[in-house]
């Protein structure tokens, strides 16, 4: 009996052990943060975008679907988790709604013309991933005005929407020169630029990316200059809930895979030749053979692949949304990659 007893926790023991080892060889499933298993088990990307839209980097066609710069960035933030960039729903927000959401969680992510700054990232308790546009504020004015110079607005009206970077700015601007002015400022988009078309304003301010973007909706554009002027710095990027360090990685490391592409000159087109390349640093990138790649971060190995496949690099994104075949017609400027001179440049995927 004694000799059964023994016999059986021997392979009670053993059985453990075997257990014990099998699970060893399998790589431990990373435990993902709340509001990426949120994204996960909804299949479906709740991505905060800009409510009137902004020409070039969000706005709805005529098919109901959602396009520009930033919404394809939500797109590739889809694209990584959930390998298909088309499940994502789009959150429409004033500017002055965007704390209330990041900080009640309505959404996962926001990609909205939104600057990181010092008190948002503390106050609004977000994470900010890396700059996706580097921006900075300007002004327009009619081109009748004959104004070719921010002093000598002196005296003037000047149209600016609340709950944004650049109502301070323009005060602080116009204070520090000593220029009078008086500020016109509304709480959505639409209003404050329709009391500048309306004559109500001498001039409108914004990001310049938002001046652009609006210039090409007048019904003249050419009636309007924007001034040369840069009266900020505004890099403008997606920002997450700070409670989900796991999910603000992945965000973080998806634009920078997105730079990281270009860098390579991995394109959606290109990218199933330089699957098969046997180059060490492009397998581990790309997430190929015995590289972890995205399970690191509880999501696909090869979530690079698919990200680019999908969405494209970078400089696709920037130049299918604003580049020079687009109404709009942007240079990269700061937004180059650092080997052309730019502030595009990413950390090591190794
Ligand atoms: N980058 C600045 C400005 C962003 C901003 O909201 N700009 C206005 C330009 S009028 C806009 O896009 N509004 C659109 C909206 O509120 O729907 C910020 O983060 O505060």
Same mark, same amino acid.
């Given at each position: ?66 396009? &520009? ?253 604003? &580049? ?27």
């Amino acid at each position: 009996m004694l000799k059964r007893v023994v016999l059986l926790v021997i392979l009670a023991a053993l059985s453990v052990g075997v257990v014990g080892f099998a699970a060893a060889q399998d790589a431990q499933p990373v435990q993902v943060g709340p509001i990426t298993q949120r994204v996960i088990d909804r299949g479906e990307l709740i991505c905060g975008a800009n409510a009137s839209g902004l020409a070039g980097f969000a706005t709805v066609n005529d098919a109901g679907e959602w396009e &520009g710069f930033d919404v394809d960035i939500c797109r590739a933030i889809a694209a990584a988790i959930l390998g298909d960039a088309t499940k994502v729903s789009f959150r429409p927000l004033e500017a002055g709604e965007r704390q209330a959401a990041i900080q009640s969680e309505e959404i996962d992510v926001m990609s909205r013309n939104t600057t990181w700054t010092f008190s948002r990232d503390a106050v609004w308790g977000a994470t900010f991933a890396p700059t996706t546009f580097y921006d900075g504020q300007g002004m327009m004015v009619r081109a009748d005005s004959g104004i070719t110079t921010i002093a000598e607005l002196e005296g003037s009206t000047v149209c600016v929407q609340s709950g944004t970077t650049t109502e301070l700015n323009l005060a602080d601007f116009f204070s520090q020169r000593n220029i009078g002015y008086e500020p016109l400022v509304f709480a959505d988009a639409a209003a404050t630029w329709e009391a500048y078309i309306a004559g109500s304003c001498d001039a409108f301010t914004t990001d310049k990316s938002g001046l652009i973007a609006y210039k090409s909706t007048a019904e003249d554009p050419s009636a309007h200059v924007i001034l040369d002027e840069t009266m900020s710095k505004e890099p403008l990027g997606p920002l997450s809930p700070q409670s989900d360090p796991q999910f603000a990685d992945i965000v973080r490391w998806t634009v920078f895979a997105l730079i990281q592409a270009e860098e390579y000159g991995i394109t959606s087109a290109n990218v199933d030749e330089f699957i098969a390349s046997e180059v060490p640093e492009i397998q581990r990138f790309l997430g190929q053979g015995d590289n972890p790649g995205g399970t690191l971060y509880g999501i696909a190995k090869d979530f690079t692949v698919t990200v680019i496949r999908q969405v494209g690099n970078y400089g696709e994104i920037f130049d299918r949304n604003l &580049g020079p075949d687009t109404p709009f017609g942007l240079g990269r400027g700061l937004n180059g990659l650092w080997t052309d001179g730019g502030l595009m440049y990413s950390p090591p995927f190794r």
